[in-house]
């Protein structure tokens, strides 16, 4: 027994013939029930997307322009291996009421049509209280302002507030903590990221270098390190020049000096001689 949805790809010629010729029996589920139904809509997609998007959370987060492809697939992996266990299928397969058999568990999960009217037409406080704390995930902006509507106006009667009132100001104080924690944490990683990701920028303008195996430094980075290296490389070399021009001038003056002492010698050698002359 083959059981699928009604979509139109299941419902070929081509298909049944195929499901015939191979005495396959075809079951098709009947409209619009593939949530209550079907064992992957009933116990594994959920749990799937919702730890799919804690790995990709982390991204997210980043303010990255783009998840790359590994990165959704590694997330992706983890996700499923999270989630595709032998008891979520199991529990899958019994939610549905297909093993073992139920029928009970998908009628009662089926709305009535005279309680729907009723709840879309006169809709209660608890219930305009209820439609806004759902779920982990943040309330719908246009619900939570009319369910504030709603309870500013309890506020304003002289009567003490009934019990759904009182819960949803319970779950407000609540969700005001949640919320005003994950602002400071969210504040703290956002400027991690932006740290991170202006270190990416810095990276990606031109080409990079390795330098020393493990340091890496952009074109115009590398070009400001070399100017840097050449100039304080001319100041040594004029430094020395300047060393060596001053000892070549004190050399100059002691062999100056050394020759003008030589010529007073000589002269006063020549003035000691008596010179002899013949008449």
Known sequence: MLICDGHDSHITGSFIAHCVQHKIALMMLPPHTSHLLQPLDVSIF????KALTRALSPLNEAQLARIQKVEWLESYTTARDACFTTQNINSAWQGAGLVPFSRSK????????????EQTDIPTVAHVFDTVFINSSSPNPTVLQNANQVLLARLECPEPLDTPSRSYVRKMAG???RLTTRLIINKRETEKLRMVNKKRRE???GKRAILQGHHHISTEELRKAVRKAEKEANERKKKKQKKTNQQAKKMDETSSSDEEEEKEEDFDEIGDCIIVGSN
């Open 175 to 177: 969700e005001t903590e």
């Open 106 to 117: 998908a009628l009662r999960m089926l709305p009535t049509g005279s309680n729907k009217v």
């Open 46 to 49: 959920g749990p799937l997307k």
């Open 203 to 205: 990276y990606t303008k």
